[in-house]
């Protein structure tokens, strides 16, 4: 079992920087690809970024292309996302999740992932 605990959300101004951090603990291992998702009211939840196993890869979703970075140190066991110039659009309860990696080509399935933490809200005002 692992579990994965979120931590960073806030309330910020458009234009505004945060970093939102996970931390996972339980029987952790290394060859596990990340993945943030966020969900906002009265939407699908949605893929944000994701990166591999040993972080030399990243992927991310068009709409944070540019402004999101997800980073890990494998040896904290803690995966993050700078997320810069937000947007009101930005708004939602933000996700950690996990999977065994078998590659990029899963990263944006909701489905893939065996551990969710409980989310962190994002709230971006105009």
């Known amino acids: 079992q692992v579990q994965l605990v979120e931590s960073g959300g806030g309330l910020v101004q458009a234009g505004g920087s945060l970093r939102l951090s996970c931390a996972a603990s339980g029987r952790t291992s290394r060859r596990y690809a990340m993945g943030w998702f966020r969900q906002a009211p009265g939407k699908e939840r949605e893929f944000v970024a994701a990166?591999?196993?040993?972080?030399?890869?990243?992927y991310y979703a068009d709409s944070v292309k540019g402004r999101f970075t997800i980073s890990r140190d494998n040896a904290k066991n803690t995966v993050y996302l700078q997320m810069n110039s937000l947007k009101p659009e930005d708004t939602a309860v933000y996700s950690c999740?996990?999977?065994?990696?078998?590659?990029?080509?899963?990263?944006?399935?909701?489905?893939?992932?065996?551990?969710w933490g409980q989310g962190t809200q994002v709230t971006v005002s105009s």
């Open positions: 999740a996990g999977q065994p990696d078998r590659g990029r080509q899963y990263y944006t399935a909701t489905r893939r992932y065996d551990y």
């Open positions: 990166i591999n196993w040993s972080g030399g890869s990243t």
